[in-house]
């Protein structure tokens, strides 16, 4: 018997920038994490501002950009949220296409081939490699317009509620050529609290690229930075007996990964980052013995090697 098994812990922050809560915000998110030694993801959507801020940044976003190229050194990997989290990016031009189909939807359509997604991506892991930062993986930008929301509901229709797997074997692609900073890939789009895994969507060697889908939701404000959506008993209780990290623990899931929103996380004008700090420390107090904070590249990494969990039994976090 190796040393009793430990459950993972990790969770990313989407909608992650510059433009809403300032450079300042992350950096001070940044040393957070790394003070706590905890470890996670947050979204880098390098067209956001309508433009690649890699080029020609502006003092917030070389500023924002300098934190980024150290959120590893602080337990923090770097998603591509893709490149706008509206439409498709026009590279040439620099800008994003007028009219065009919004990327998270994009990712979804049938008719897409693998050269073309993977086209996009390298243009992106391009434009990182400008600012000096390799990107992990990948997260959906999730999107509630009205022709995404018609067009989701269509796909569905048809059975399609899945990315189109040709996004999987351009990822495989790019991590077989070293676009990335690891050898697997992990990519955010399923979510569950119950029904739950980190799945295989392509593998060739010692690449491979996963959906690790996660867990548990957020209860640090969403998107909408609102306080009757802030709850940290949600994923924890101040007597550390209650709470989803608790009962995922208690019934020996091999991982809690939770998300959240830079709206409301961040720490400047967040309502939610002092209950993100109060579980930070409840984990501590609680379950600092029952639990391994990993980033989730890191995760996937030890998950591909192994085949599975079964590193966790061997002391796996360390
Ligand atoms: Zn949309």
Same mark, same amino acid.
């Given at each position: 018997?190796? #040393?009793?098994? #430990?459950?993972?812990?990790?969770?990313?922050?989407?909608?992650?920038?510059?433009?809403?809560?300032?450079?300042?915000?992350?950096?001070?998110?940044?040393?957070?994490?790394?003070?706590?030694?905890?470890?996670?993801? +947050? +979204? =880098?959507?390098?067209?956001?501002?309508?433009?690649?801020?890699?080029? !020609?940044?502006?003092?917030?976003?070389?500023?924002?950009?300098?934190?980024?190229?150290?959120?590893?050194?602080?337990?923090?990997?770097?998603?591509?949220?893709?490149?706008?989290?509206?439409?498709?990016?026009?590279?040439?031009?620099?800008?994003?296409?007028?009219?065009?189909?919004?990327?998270?939807?994009?990712?979804?359509?049938?008719?897409?081939?693998?050269? %073309?997604?993977?086209?996009?991506?390298?243009?992106?892991?391009?434009?990182? @490699?400008?600012?000096?930062?390799?990107?992990?993986? =990948?997260?959906?930008?999730?999107?509630?317009? %009205?022709?995404?929301? !018609?067009?989701?509901?269509?796909?569905?229709?048809?059975?399609?509620?899945?990315?189109?797997?040709?996004?999987? @074997?351009?990822?495989?692609?790019?991590? !077989?050529?070293?676009?990335?900073?690891?050898?697997?890939?992990?990519?955010?789009?399923?979510?569950? @609290? +119950? +029904?739950?895994?980190?799945?295989?969507?392509?593998? %060739?060697?010692?690449?491979?690229?996963?959906?690790?889908?996660?867990?548990?939701?957020?209860?640090?404000?969403?998107?909408?930075?609102?306080?009757?959506?802030?709850?940290?008993?949600?994923?924890?209780?101040?007597?550390?007996?209650?709470?989803?990290?608790?009962?995922?623990?208690?019934?020996?899931?091999?991982?809690?990964?939770?998300?959240?929103?830079?709206?409301?996380?961040?720490?400047?004008?967040?309502?939610?980052?002092?209950?993100?700090?109060?579980?930070?420390?409840?984990? #501590? !107090?609680?379950?600092?013995?029952?639990?391994?904070?990993?980033?989730?590249?890191?995760?996937?990494?030890?998950?591909?090697?192994?085949?599975?969990?079964?590193?966790?039994?061997?002391?796996?976090?360390?």
């Amino acid at each position: 018997m190796g #040393k009793k098994r #430990k459950m993972v812990l990790s969770f990313y922050c989407d909608d992650t920038g510059p433009y809403n809560a300032g450079a300042k915000a992350f950096e001070t998110f940044l040393d957070f994490c790394a003070e706590q030694r905890i470890a996670g993801e +947050s +979204s =880098l959507i390098l067209g956001g501002g309508g433009h690649s801020m890699a080029r !020609k940044p502006n003092e917030q976003e070389a500023a924002y950009l300098k934190q980024v190229a150290r959120a590893l050194s602080c337990g923090i990997d770097t998603h591509m949220e893709i490149m706008t989290h509206r439409a498709l990016f026009d590279f040439g031009a620099n800008r994003e296409k007028e009219g065009a189909i919004h990327e998270g939807l994009w990712l979804h359509e049938p008719g897409i081939a693998a050269a %073309e997604y993977e086209r996009y991506f390298a243009s992106i892991i391009a434009e990182g @490699e400008k600012a000096g930062v390799k990107l992990t993986g =990948l997260t959906w930008p999730g999107c509630g317009c %009205e022709p995404c929301t !018609k067009r989701y509901a269509e796909l569905r229709t048809i059975g399609r509620t899945e990315p189109n797997p040709a996004v999987w @074997e351009a990822l495989l692609n790019l991590a !077989k050529n070293g676009k990335f900073r690891g050898r697997t890939i992990p990519c955010f789009f399923g979510s569950s @609290e +119950s +029904s739950f895994g980190c799945h295989q969507k392509a593998s %060739e060697g010692e690449c491979g690229v996963y959906d690790l889908m996660p867990n548990a939701g957020d209860h640090f404000g969403i998107w909408e930075n609102n306080p009757k959506r802030v709850n940290p008993d949600y994923y924890i209780t101040a007597d550390g007996k209650a709470g989803i990290i608790v009962r995922h623990v208690a019934a020996r899931a091999p991982y809690c990964v939770w998300y959240a929103h830079w709206q409301g996380l961040n720490p400047a004008k967040g309502v939610g980052w002092k209950a993100f700090v109060t579980v930070v420390e409840r984990i #501590k !107090k609680h379950l600092a013995d029952r639990v391994v904070w990993m980033r989730p590249s890191d995760i996937t990494a030890r998950y591909h090697v192994a085949g599975g969990w079964g590193f966790l039994d061997k002391g796996g976090g360390q």
